[in-house]
């Protein structure tokens, strides 16, 4: 379902896709980027177990602002930061692994994320087959929190893949950096 000319509705860090396009006369589904909930307990240093509670949403990912040629036909949308894209079946496909990555991340929190330097975002990595990275950049942010509770958003950023290592400042357990957020402690 789509906002006003074809643009997805718009939220803070929470955007709904519509169920499927079509782009250059071809119809492509984007049910994959529908918002997820996830659940995992957390074991901290003095033993307390707590449990996080995930809503997993994703951004424009499969649409692109690099210079792509605006194509009759082509499917546009204005992303999450107010630039205009196009739609890239390239991202498109590689969007398709995106929810079993985070699954992944999630259902075993002690998978080590990297601590970006340049902005606000933290990757995970895994290897595809062509031997390049693919990196997914995300947010993590507290909604709510409880005695032994967090309501937590997980906002997937941007996802590639790319030849070179991206730079990171720590690398920490996916728990930990939920912790580390939802208690507000510095990395």
Wanted: one cysteine or more.
């Amino acid at each position: 379902m789509g906002g006003p000319l074809g643009r997805p509705f718009h939220y803070v860090t929470r955007l709904i896709h519509p169920a499927e396009i079509i782009h250059c006369g071809a119809v492509y589904s984007l049910s994959h980027m529908t918002s997820t909930n996830h659940n995992f307990d957390w074991s901290l240093r003095d033993k307390r177990v707590i449990r996080f509670h995930y809503e997993v949403n994703y951004s424009n990912h499969c649409y692109s602002d690099a210079g792509l040629q605006k194509a009759v036909g082509s499917y546009m949308v204005a992303d999450h930061h107010g630039v205009e894209r196009v739609f890239c079946p390239t991202r498109h496909r590689t969007s398709l692994d995106l929810p079993a990555i985070i699954d992944g991340l999630i259902a075993k929190p002690t998978t080590s994320v990297g601590v970006c330097f340049e902005t606000p975002n933290y990757n995970v990595f895994r290897t595809t087959v062509d031997k390049d990275y693919f990196y997914v950049f995300f947010h993590v942010k507290t909604i709510a929190s409880g005695a032994a509770s967090y309501r937590m958003r997980l906002f997937v950023e941007s996802a590639y893949s790319k030849a070179k290592a991206v730079p990171t400042r720590r690398k920490i357990p996916f728990g930990m950096l939920s912790e580390y957020v939802a208690t507000s402690r510095k990395f």
